[in-house]
Nanobody, 115 residues
Framework: QVQLVESGGGLVQAGGSLRLSCAASGSTFNIDTMGWYRQAQGKQRELVATVTSTGRTTYADSVKGRFTVSRDSAKTTVFLEMNGLKPEDTAVYYC?????????WGQGTQVTVSS
């Protein structure tokens, strides 16, 4: 089992920046992809960005050029650097980790961008 704990959400004005962190604990060997998804009120959960254990990244078109996903050297913590935030980025952001055929989720952290 893998436990994921997110931190770093909050309230920011449009154009501002936030950095989210997600630390994995428990049985963390062979975690492959880690990343971030978000769910705005009344909408479905969507992919934001992911990074594999080899460093390959994927981004949603809506965040390309503004957000950067990365992992620490131990590959158990994933970060999301968010710049140029827009009101439409407001959502609950969830950390996700893939290990073998299992997927794990964090509890979510709220990001609110005011206009």
């Amino acid at each position: 089992q893998v436990q994921l704990v997110e931190s770093g959400g909050g309230l920011v004005q449009a154009g501002g920046s936030l950095r989210l962190s997600c630390a994995a604990s428990g049985s963390t060997f062979n975690i492959d992809t880690m990343g971030w998804y978000r769910q705005a009120q009344g909408k479905q959960r969507e992919l934001v960005a992911t990074v594999t254990s080899t460093g390959r990244t994927t981004y949603a078109d809506s965040v390309k050029g503004r957000f950067t996903v990365s992992r620490d050297s131990a590959k158990t913590t994933v970060f999301l650097e968010m710049n140029g935030l827009k009101p439409e980025d407001t959502a609950v952001y969830y950390c996700n980790a893939k290990q073998f055929r299992s997927y794990y989720w964090g509890q979510g952290t709220q990001v609110t961008v005011s206009s």
